[in-house]
Nanobody, 119 residues
Framework: QVQLVESGGGLVQPGGSLRLSCAAS???????MGWYRQAPGKQRELVAE???????NYADSVKGRFIISRDNPKNTVYLQMNSLKPEDTAVYYC??????????????WGQGTLVTVSS
C-alpha cells in the first residue's frame, strides 16, 4: 500500500517562509510529484509539480516565491514557500503519480496540511 506523509504546515506571518515535505512509502516509482492547494470555498488548484526528469511547473501566483524539489532516493518532494501572502492560506495536498508494483500506474494523494498566513 502506498502512503504519502506530509509535514511542515502551520501558522506564519505575511512575508514569512515555510517548507512542506511529503514522503512516499510503499512500492511506488514516483514519476510526477506535486503540490496542490484548496482554500475555503475554492476549487483545488495546482501549486507546483516536478517530474522524475526534473521538469518544473508552477502556478503563476507562486512563481518566484515557491520552489519545488525532490529527493529521489528518499521518494520525497518538498515545497519551499517564501514571501508568503494571506492568499496562500489553504490546505496543501501532496500528489504523486507513478507505477505501483503489481498495480500499474496510480495517482496518490496525501491527507493535506494546513498553511495559514496571518498576522
Amino acid at each position: 500500500q502506498v502512503q504519502l506523509v506530509e509535514s511542515g504546515g502551520g501558522l506564519v506571518q505575511p512575508g514569512g517562509s515555510l517548507r512542506l515535505s511529503c514522503a512516499a512509502s510503499g512500492s511506488i516509482i514516483s514519476l510526477n510529484m506535486g503540490w496542490y492547494r484548496q482554500a475555503p470555498g475554492k476549487q483545488r488548484e495546482l501549486v507546483a509539480e516536478i517530474s522524475s526528469g526534473g521538469w518544473l511547473n508552477y502556478a503563476d501566483s507562486v512563481k518566484g516565491r515557491f520552489i519545488i524539489s525532490r529527493d529521489n532516493p528518499k521518494n520525497t518532494v518538498y515545497l519551499q514557500m517564501n514571501s508568503l501572502k494571506p492568499e496562500d492560506t489553504a490546505v496543501y495536498y501532496c500528489n504523486v503519480r507513478g507505477v505501483v508494483a503489481g498495480l500499474g500506474y496510480r495517482e496518490v494523494w496525501g491527507q493535506g496540511t494546513l498553511v495559514t498566513v496571518s498576522s
